[in-house]
């Protein structure tokens, strides 16, 4: 069974920073390129970032407008686990956060995990 657990969200100020880690279990996470995926309240889901897998001929990682310069996506394929470092977070990256497995055309089909809350509030 496929299994995707986040955590490391929670309440912080504007300015401040989370780690959100990801453990995965039941595929061969190493294979698949991963990502983040969040959707805020009364919007639309967002992909986040991706990181490649170790079979990408291009490894990297991508983000969204939104978050480039201030997310960064990792990965540690000897603990099966993805994380997103979050730092000069805003009130606008409120959201839940989903770890996703790269795994349709569409990144809104990807299987996700349940998501963990960040709300950034003074």
């Known amino acids: 069974e496929v299994q995707l657990v986040e955590s490391g969200g929670g309440l912080v100020q504007p300015g401040g920073s989370l780690r959100l880690s990801c453990t995965t279990s039941g595929f061969v996470f190493s294979s698949y390129d991963m990502s983040w995926v969040r959707q805020a309240p009364g919007k639309e889901l967002e992909l986040v970032s991706t990181i490649t897998s170790r079979h990408d001929l291009y490894p990297g990682t991508t983000y969204s407008d939104s978050v480039k310069g201030r997310f960064t996506i990792s990965r540690d394929n000897a603990k099966n686990t993805l994380y997103l470092q979050l730092n000069s977070l805003k009130t606008e990256d409120t959201a839940l956060y989903y770890c996703?497995?790269?795994?349709?055309?569409?990144?809104?089909?990807?299987?996700r995990g349940q998501g963990t809350q960040v709300t950034v509030s003074l």
């Open positions: 996703a497995r790269a795994d349709a055309t569409d990144f809104t089909y990807y299987t």
